[in-house]
């Protein structure tokens, strides 16, 4: 049973355009929320996160949006850039944060030049 | 470098023998995390210390598999007995209690034969 949900298996866009990354989750419990990153053979590296009392944050390129009525929540780069090319995941705590993460399956983010 | 260290970073092996992994977290992050990735699924979580104590362990944690982190620092994941679907990317993390966000290590990949 999935509680976050990455439905987009893949994703290519125009470097400079914005890529918008999905995430949904079943665990109302769910308080805490993060974007991570993976290059091939590297570990996850965070990105941004987002506690559900707030429904924006931003980063620099990075914004995350949080939809609490409608379990959603999305990744915003803008501009997009080739370095952006990578797989990113979405991951879910309760309690603060302070459960383990639950992660999606991930989106692959191609951007082309 | 202060970030997570994962050794051995490749392991090849065959069915039916032992493995270990190591994990140094960072220094003073008291949270030490370990997760499992196959190909096309995001990190599942399998357990979790804080300080010197296990705190919680997932159903995906079988018996051939036990973790420990004796004085609270490095932890090992160790595998007994391994078989074919235990061939995955070992990932290890760890964050302090007050920050939600997990550094992880660049992992360990197991491939049994």
């Known amino acids: 049973d999935q509680q976050v949900k990455q439905n987009s298996p893949s994703l290519s866009v125009q470097e400079g355009r914005i890529s918008i990354l999905n995430c949904d989750y079943t665990?109302?419990?769910?308080?805490?929320f993060l974007w991570y990153k993976k290059y091939p053979a590297e570990g996850p590296t965070f990105l941004i996160s987002?506690?559900?009392?707030?429904d924006k944050n931003e980063d620099g390129r990075f914004t995350v949006f949080l939809n609490k009525s409608a379990k959603h929540l999305s990744l915003h780069i803008v501009p997009s850039q080739p370095g952006d090319s990578a797989v990113y995941f979405c991951?879910?705590?309760?309690?603060?944060?302070?459960?383990?993460?639950?992660f999606g399956k991930g989106t692959r983010l191609s951007v082309i030049a | 470098d202060t970030g997570v260290s994962q050794n051995p970073r490749h392991k090849i092996t065959k069915r039916g023998q032992n493995v270990t992994f190591r994990c140094d977290p960072i220094?003073?992050?008291?949270?030490l995390y370990w997760y499992r990735q196959t190909l096309g699924q995001g990190p599942e979580f399998l357990t979790y210390?804080?300080?010197?104590?296990?705190?919680?362990k997932s159903r995906l944690l079988s018996d051939r598999f036990s973790a420990e982190r004796p004085k609270g620092s490095f932890s090992t994941l160790e595998i007994q007995r391994t078989e074919q679907g235990d061939s995955a990317m070992y990932l290890c993390?760890?964050?302090?209690?007050?920050?939600?966000?997990?550094?992880f290590g660049e992992g360990s990949r197991l491939t049994v034969l």
């Open positions: 993390a760890s964050r302090s209690i007050v920050l939600g966000e997990l550094f």
């Open positions: 665990n109302s419990m769910f308080d805490y």
């Open positions: 220094s003073e992050h008291n949270r």
């Open positions: 987002i506690s559900s009392i707030k």
């Open positions: 991951a879910a705590s309760a309690n603060s944060g302070n459960t383990p993460l639950v």
């Open positions: 210390f804080q300080n010197e104590a296990q705190l919680e």
